[in-house]
């Protein structure tokens, strides 16, 4: 089945140390987002790309990094992770054809602990 | 600017009860889309629905029904007759224009009970 997987499901990480998030798709969507949810609150969208063009939002911390090396691949690095950084991040994908705003689908999360 | 407000911030209802869900939006925009999603404890969000500002019809799939009212810009949804696995947090969203990112509610969590 076509779908956004992410890798791992559950991340620990130590305060400061870098940890590397994925996320693939198999929809062939040109656009993909990474989003910080913390607990009861909703999706907090860090940045997007569409197509290869990185759209970073205003209030997104500087340790927050990403990269997509290509269509179906999208990595959220966090260079030296805080305690308040712990938290589910979601990776979502849509088909933009810049006339249309489709739905986003969302793949399963990874929750981060930071120790 | 967008925003989009999920006053009831829980529900609770026993099995079989209907529920409505409250949407309401502010835009600036005359095209906009409307999108709800669902998140089971399990965490991954699930689409539900999407509309567009130029279409009002309400529409009903299985047990679910939304009401789009650009009058009182609301967007509404309905269970009926609900059952435990219902139970998640349901959230509302809002896009502007041709293309943008996604504006949230802040979710309404939904318990229901047998």
């Known amino acids: 089945d076509a779908m956004v997987i992410q890798n791992p499901r559950y991340q620990v990480t130590q305060f400061g140390k870098p940890v590397t998030l994925s996320c693939s798709q198999t929809?062939?969507?040109?656009?993909m987002y990474w989003y910080q949810q913390k607990s009861s609150q909703a999706p907090k969208l860090l940045f997007h790309?569409?197509?290869?063009?990185?759209?970073n939002e205003a209030d997104t911390p500087d340790n927050f990094q990403s990269r997509r090396p290509n269509t179906s691949f999208c990595f959220l690095d966090i260079r030296s992770p805080g305690l308040g950084d712990a938290a589910m991040y979601l990776c979502?994908?849509?088909?933009?054809?810049?006339?249309?705003?489709?739905?986003?689908?969302f793949g399963p999360g990874t929750r981060l602990t930071v120790t | 600017a967008q925003k989009v407000t999920q006053a009831q911030t829980e529900i609770s209802v026993v099995e079989k009860e209907d529920v409505t869900l409250d949407c309401v939006y502010e835009t600036r925009d005359t095209t906009y889309y409307l999108f709800w999603y669902k998140q089971p404890p399990s965490g991954e969000l699930v689409f539900l629905i999407r509309?567009?500002?130029?279409?009002?019809q309400n529409e009903i799939s299985g047990r679910y029904s939304w009401n789009f009212q650009k009058s009182t810009s609301s967007f509404n949804f309905t269970i009926t007759a609900s059952q435990v696995v219902d139970s998640a947090v349901y959230f509302c969203a809002l896009s502007e224009g041709g293309y943008s990112t996604l504006t949230f509610g802040k979710g309404t969590m939904l318990l229901v009970s047998p």
């Open positions: 979502a994908t849509s088909r933009e054809t810049g006339g249309t705003s489709y739905e986003q689908y």
């Open positions: 929809l062939n969507h040109n656009v």
């Open positions: 509309r567009n500002s130029f279409d009002e």
């Open positions: 790309y569409y197509d290869k063009d990185f759209n």
